[in-house]
């Protein structure tokens, strides 16, 4: 209609849209996504807001016999289209967990340009500079991981591939006569084509790690929320990428240094190589990030991903007895670059076929 325009431009945040951006940072970040939630006009001439149908999606009304169609928006439509896509995931992979299904729609999530321009914008942030890793922490508060992509979702091609883990995982343990502690770690292989990878030379690869659980909330009034570290969470894991130049040995002994020490906030040496961090990612029950490796010879020996535990009233409050509760988790891993002729995928894929193993270690 004459003198209306809508108030957010093409693929940037909706009016209806929530933000965490005024949470605390111990706080889970939020939204995990981002989908079409419609939008709102405005009056040029008078100055106010209209909620108006030619902004909204159009679905069908509950009584046929009065009308046939409804125009809705907010919430109600971006969670729709997200279950429409959790829907068609499992119905093209049956055997995936709801751990898999929430991680692929994270994991295929990218961030428009007009987000990040948006997000530079209400921060005033210049629309050339590069954001920094705590801007990037804070854009995952204020727009999640992105727009979901079903077919990136679902699918691989010859420069982009995505292995999935579907795994479980003892937190914590409990011996006769003492207080509960951490349990175990789980280190996986990762099937990388190392003799490809290498004849790339200085060619980008991207690689994007994300590890998608679910954990119990804190039962009682007294303890529900953030107080303490692990006041809420019935625990929490943790992912960490081989670095170039450790050995098998030392990057085992690494994991096993950070379980001992409790997830102490130290962060260093490999945290730079990663778009948010470990200090931006490793928020509520799933942590995804993307390492963009200046050559991808440079990734040929980063072989291996651990996925460990954290600790969680699981532990600390043993009078519920749920020390010895084993959990599932999704590890999902994607390899990617912009060369159009690099076949990346089909080594893997034979690699896979013959059983690479997944290596546990208590």
């Not at 951006?21 to 989908?35: A, E, N």
């Not at 999640?144 to 292995?163: E, K, Q």
């Not at 006769?176 to 060619?203: A, C, H, Q, Y």
Request: proline content about 6%; glycine content about 6%; charged content about 25%.
């Amino acid at each position: 209609e004459s003198g209306l325009l809508p108030v957010a431009k093409r693929d940037e945040l909706s009016p209806f849209s929530t933000t965490s951006l005024t949470w605390d940072d111990k706080w889970p970040l939020k939204p995990d996504i981002v989908l079409e939630g419609g939008n709102v006009l405005r009056d040029v001439s008078e100055d106010y807001l209209v909620n108006h149908e030619y902004a909204s999606l159009i679905s069908t009304y509950h009584t046929p016999n009065i009308r046939l169609f409804e125009p809705f928006s907010g919430t109600s439509a971006a969670t729709a289209l997200a279950a429409q896509m959790a829907a068609e995931l499992q119905a093209k992979y049956p055997n995936a967990t709801p751990e898999t299904i929430r991680g692929l729609m994270i994991h295929s999530a990218r961030w428009t340009p007009e987000l990040i321009l948006q997000f530079k914008k209400i921060n005033n942030i210049s629309a050339n500079s590069k954001l920094k890793k705590k801007d990037y922490a804070r854009l995952v508060r204020f727009c999640g991981y992105g727009v979901p992509d079903f077919n990136r979702a679902s699918t691989c091609a010859n420069n982009f591939l995505t292995m999935i883990a579907q795994s479980t995982i003892q937190p914590f343990k409990r011996e006769v006569g003492k207080d509960p502690t951490i349990n175990e770690m789980k280190i996986f292989r990762l099937p990388w084509p190392k003799e490809d990878l290498l004849s790339m030379g200085e060619k980008s690869v991207k690689l994007r790690v994300t590890l998608s659980y679910f954990i119990e909330p804190s039962p009682g009034p007294g303890c529900v929320g953030f107080g303490g570290r692990y006041s809420y969470s019935s625990f929490g894991l943790r992912f960490k990428v081989k670095k170039a130049e450790e050995s098998d040995r030392e990057f085992r002994a690494r994991i096993n240094k950070l379980m001992r020490d409790d997830d102490i906030i130290l962060h260093n040496g490999s945290s730079e190589r990663w778009t948010i961090g470990p200090n931006g990612r490793d928020h509520g029950s799933v942590h995804s990030d993307v390492m963009e490796c200046e050559t991808a010879a440079s990734l040929a020996t980063c072989n291996m991903i651990g996925v460990y535990p954290i600790g969680g009233w699981w532990k600390d409050r043993p009078q519920f007895e749920c020390y010895n509760r084993k959990v599932n988790f999704s590890l999902i891993v994607s390899l990617e670059t912009d060369e159009v002729d690099c076949d990346i995928y089909t080594s893997v894929a034979n690699m896979i076929a013959a059983k690479v193993p997944i290596e546990i270690f208590v």
